[in-house]
């Protein structure tokens, strides 16, 4: 279906539209908005769990250098995403921006897998959270099941759902930031140190030739891995200051912010643990019960509390716990404007396209709080594990799916404007957006190709492609949801006038 010129710049809503209907206007700015894109990469989670699998399993002391290839990588990518929040402001960011550029039939198909993926996302966290908890406070005597804590925090994070959105900001602003310093006073602690037993090796981490040895697409899976939610920032375009410029600036600021943490923390970890065997000493530290892996957090704990001091590492394991908090709010909110704006457009019940008192969108945060508890009761009923599966078989798949809608978003921004010369800049329109497009196919192989490897659901010594039925089960979620939902989508196209069908996408 093609839009008539006309209707290609978007406009406000009107200013008769019933005030129920309208998220919360120029509440947040660029520094809201990363807060929540940065919370939802979880830096010091991404520390304790990607850094120490990416170098046993990838490319051992140069996984730094993968982080920060794959970064830039996504900075393709956010070049074509920041230039099309000028013409696009839409609270379903990969929703609108795929309706514009390809059909609203697209647009819908993108609208199911984003909230499916931000929904399994949402509560892979809360496993990994409920597990660090339960840990963490039976240490100090108050034994309480995994899912108890899970069922405690969803609870915590409706609260906030709810509430204006500016506060959660402001929380995660102050979690963020005490994170941020934790990981940056054990970095630099490291720097001043001259290093470990190999000083400060830059080669051994971001020279190319080391980067692609060992097993250099696990090393880049687990890369693409932590930058898991960046594209959130044109989710909160309704509710942000001026967002044609602060959209843009979010963007860029947070996939700068997010490589830079993997990159540079990556590196005085290895740095300090010694580059030169950095492979064997993570498997000594982390290495629990004999099974190699089963306590990653060791590695980040063992360097700081050498560098810094004993003290560190304990208050670095209660700042792992306000991580998984701040992912799992950022998360709720992704999902529960997601939600909103397919009940605002007819694909889902009308009613979860109202906000409350706070002009938020009370019924889609509910929904999403009622699946999180099913997720977790079901979990729980099961006997499963909430890291071994909940954790890790959501949250590959639901990166799966996000890198998937957003290869679709840059075919979409290269077609909108080629369509409507509406900006005319060859490498804000076609150049990057094309070099995006390589980055995420290159990505979404990779991940395909280990997914049994990183969800769990193949050995160790597992092959490219090989994985149990668990594994094709996952990895076919996503797209048989996509197919399912374009087909939807297209009989909408059918069955409904062109204003009614697209009404979404030009408002």
Not at 180 to 190: K, N, P
Not at 282 to 309: H, I, K, M, N, R
Request: charged fraction near 10%.
């Amino acid at each position: 279906m093609t839009l008539p010129k006309e209707t290609m710049t978007s406009s406000p809503a009107p200013a008769a539209e019933a005030p129920k209907n309208q998220l919360h206007r120029n509440s947040m700015g660029v520094a809201g908005i990363v807060f929540f894109v940065v919370a939802a990469a979880a830096p010091i989670a991404g520390m304790t769990g990607l850094v120490p699998s990416t170098i046993v399993l990838g490319n051992g002391a140069a996984a730094p250098g993968a982080f920060l290839i794959a970064g830039i990588m996504l900075m393709f990518f956010a070049v074509g995403y920041a230039t099309m929040s000028h013409h696009v402001t839409h609270a379903g960011a990969f929703f609108a921006y795929v309706g514009r550029g390809l059909g609203a039939p697209w647009g819908v198909a993108s609208a199911f897998v984003s909230v499916l993926s931000y929904c399994l996302v949402q509560t892979a966290i809360y496993g990994f959270l409920g597990a660090t908890v339960s840990q963490k406070m039976a240490s100090i005597g108050v034994d309480m099941p995994w899912w108890f804590w899970c069922l405690l925090c969803i609870g915590i994070v409706q609260v906030f759902g709810i509430l204006n959105v500016d506060l959660g900001a402001k929380v995660l602003g102050v979690l963020l930031s005490l994170e941020l310093a934790s990981m940056v006073v054990t970095g630099l602690a490291v720097v001043f140190h001259g290093g470990g037993p190999n000083g400060l090796n830059l080669s051994a981490s971001f020279n190319p030739v080391e980067i692609f040895q060992g097993a250099p697409g696990v090393a880049f899976a687990f890369a693409f891995a932590g930058f898991i939610g960046f594209e959130a920032t044109a989710i909160y375009g309704e509710e942000c200051r001026d967002p044609k410029r602060t959209v843009p600036k979010a963007t860029y600021a947070a996939v700068t912010i997010i490589t830079l943490i993997f990159a540079l923390t990556s590196f005085a970890i290895i740095s300090g643990a010694g580059s030169a065997d950095i492979v064997n000493k993570t498997l000594e530290v982390t290495t629990l019960d004999g099974t190699p892996l089963a306590d990653p957090a060791q590695l980040l704990f063992s360097v700081a509390g050498q560098y810094v001091g004993p003290w560190m590492p304990q208050v670095m394991s209660w700042l792992l716990i306000s991580s998984l908090f701040a992912g799992v709010l950022a998360f709720h909110n992704s999902a529960t404007r997601y939600f909103y704006a397919m009940g605002r457009s007819g694909l889902l019940p009308a009613g979860l396209g109202v906000t409350g008192r706070f002009k938020t969108p009370v019924r889609a945060s509910v929904l999403q709080t009622i699946i999180g508890v099913v997720t977790i009761v079901a979990f729980a009923l099961a006997g499963l594990d909430p890291v071994v599966t909940l954790f890790y078989w959501f949250a590959i798949t639901a990166i799966l799916g996000l890198t998937f809608i957003q290869g679709l978003v840059c075919v979409a921004v290269i077609r909108f404007f080629r369509e409507t010369r509406a900006d005319t800049r060859v490498w804000n329109t076609l150049i990057a957006p094309l070099l995006g497009l390589v980055s995420i196919i290159v990505a979404e192989y990779l991940l395909l190709a280990r997914f049994g490897l990183i969800s769990g659901t193949a050995g160790a010594d597992s092959q490219p492609w090989e994985m149990n039925a668990t594994g094709w089960g996952l990895v076919a979620l996503p797209f048989g949801t996509f197919l399912i939902a374009l087909i939807y989508g297209f009989i909408l196209e059918r069955k409904k006038s062109d204003d009614e069908v697209l009404k979404e996408f030009v408002s």
